[in-house]
């Protein structure tokens, strides 16, 4: 973003500090408009014709935009690829700790890699893998969808889950913004 002495253009379309048109102006005489007002002169519309400008404090105007960006960045969550493990030989108790950790993981919004490790002779069995698999997906299919479907990679088959809904506010904080944005 061009600043101040930095516009090498001959006019530009003016917007002065309340917004208003100005109309178009030598860049020299908005230099001037803008120094004797105490603010800077930045070119926000570079590709019209003739490029925009506006009047506004840029230090106060960059401060704001990092703020914004900050806030952005801890408003966005970032997606992380969590790993559960079955054994093709599990037992129930078992199945329903890891499909809970699954779950969990999915209302946090992550995405979950289904892994089942085969051992020995079992890898002529990989129908058995499968079967797991199926089940774990048939068991959260009200919260995930398969991204990917289960492939044989070595001696481990692998299966990708998603979160198919929106993901709840897991702070307090959050919990009551999204409380006042909704009501």
Do not use: C, W
């Not at 530009?12 to 500090?17: C, G, K, M, S, T």
């Not at 704001?64 to 129930?92: G, N, P, V, W």
């Amino acid at each position: 973003m061009k600043v101040n002495e930095q516009i090498r253009v001959r006019q530009v379309r003016l917007i002065d500090a309340d917004g208003e048109q100005r109309g178009i102006l030598e860049t020299r005489d908005a230099m001037r408009m803008a120094r004797e007002q105490d603010l800077d002169l930045v070119l926000v519309g570079e590709q019209a014709q003739p490029p925009v400008a506006k009047l506004l404090d840029y230090g106060k105007y960059r401060y704001e935009l990092q703020q914004q960006t900050k806030e952005a960045r801890k408003r966005s969550r970032s997606q992380e690829m969590k790993a559960i493990k079955f054994r093709i030989k599990i037992d129930r108790h078992d199945y329903e700790t890891k499909v809970n950790h699954i779950r969990r993981f999915l209302k946090q919004g992550h995405k979950v890699k289904v892994t089942i490790m085969f051992r020995g002779r079992e890898r002529t069995h990989p129908e058995l893998g499968q079967d797991i698999l199926n089940r774990v997906a048939a068991d959260v299919t009200e919260i995930a969808v398969v991204d990917s479907s289960p492939v044989i990679a070595g001696m481990d088959m692998n299966m990708v889950l998603r979160p198919n809904v929106v993901v709840a506010p897991t702070t307090p904080n959050e919990a009551a913004e999204s409380a006042e944005a909704a009501g």
